[in-house]
């Protein structure tokens, strides 16, 4: 099992940025991929954005290809998300997500169902 850690949230006006962090520890050597959901309050959970652990191969929603950019550090364990050009639309509360199973490869990295362990959350919220 791997333990995930969300940091970097908090209230930003639009047009401003924020970098979210998230910390893994336990098995991560298991770690295939990580990725990035959120969820807005009434609304269902939705894919941000993910990276594959190994080859640093990246995937993005449409809805935040240009703005932002999913990074990870290796030796820290530790995936980036960082947000430019935010929009009041963006609030939510994030998500960190690691796929452990190699299930994002055979099915997508937007499916929910193929991460294995979650944190709890970091809250985003962009004001108009």
């Known amino acids: 099992q791997v333990q995930l850690v969300e940091s970097g949230g908090g209230l930003v006006q639009a047009g401003g940025s924020l970098r979210l962090s998230c910390a893994a520890s336990?098995?991560?050597?298991?770690?295939?991929?990580m990725g990035w959901f959120r969820q807005a309050p009434g609304k269902e959970r939705e894919f941000v954005a993910a990276i594959e652990w190994s080859g640093g191969k990246t995937f993005y929603a449409d809805s935040v290809t240009g703005r932002f950019t999913i990074s990870r550090d290796n030796a820290k364990n530790t995936v980036y998300l960082q947000m430019n050009s935010l929009k009041p639309e963006d609030t939510a509360v994030y998500y960190c997500?690691?796929?452990?199973?190699?299930?994002?490869?055979?099915?997508?990295?937007?499916?929910?169902?193929?991460?294995?362990?979650w944190g709890q959350g970091t809250q985003v919220t962009v004001s108009s």
């Open positions: 997500a690691s796929d452990s199973k190699k299930r994002t490869y055979y099915s997508s990295s937007s499916d929910s169902q193929a991460y294995d362990d």
């Open positions: 336990g098995r991560t050597l298991n770690i295939y991929a």
